[in-house]
């Protein structure tokens, strides 16, 4: 898998932070057998300020306020889809998790991707746990390889 990070915060990204996350994820999912391995699938990840951020979440959600994550669906067959991340959004909520913000993008991250993949915690409580038990499986096992 290849991903694609376009800055257009304020805040820095830390790019190769991402690249290796999503490599450990990508393996880990292939052998869950969740998705296969293919070469050259892309994902795009865009990084947003708060006001940008917040006008896509109402003009495809109705929704007035900047999230942390946004998921598109691509129909290209070479590409997972595109994720929105507001940058503000994700550096408020690393404080209020108690992880570090290059973390918290990656935890976002994660759970924008588990969307593409076909996961959605808003369908019922157990396809919540579903998700969450592998979103959250997947990042603690990230973390504990970092160190």
């Keep these: 898998m290849e991903c694609l990070i376009v800055n257009k915060s ?6 190769k932070y991402m690249e290796r996350a999503f490599e450990l994820f990508e393996k880990e999912l292939v ?15 865009v990084f947003l300020n708060e006001n940008e951020a917040k006008k896509i979440n109402f003009d495809f959600r109705e929704k007035n306020y900047a999230t ?3 998921s598109f669906e691509n129909m290209d067959p070479e590409s997972y889809g ?3 991340i507001c940058s503000q959004v994700a550096k408020k909520q690393s404080v209020e998790h108690q ?22 915690h808003e369908v019922s409580k157990k396809q919540e ?10 990042f603690e096992k ?5 160190k």
């Design 10 to 15: 304020d805040i820095p990204v830390p790019r």
């Design 99 to 120: 992880l570090s913000y290059r973390d918290e993008l990656i935890y976002l991250t994660l759970h924008g991707f588990l969307h593409l993949l076909g996961f959605d």
């Design 31 to 45: 052998k869950k057998k969740i998705i296969k391995k293919q070469k050259g699938l892309e994902l795009t990840i």
């Design 142 to 146: 990230f973390l504990s390889k970092k």
């Design 129 to 138: 746990k579903i998700m969450f038990d592998l979103q959250d499986g997947l």
């Design 68 to 70: 942390d994550v946004l």
């Design 82 to 84: 595109e994720l929105i």
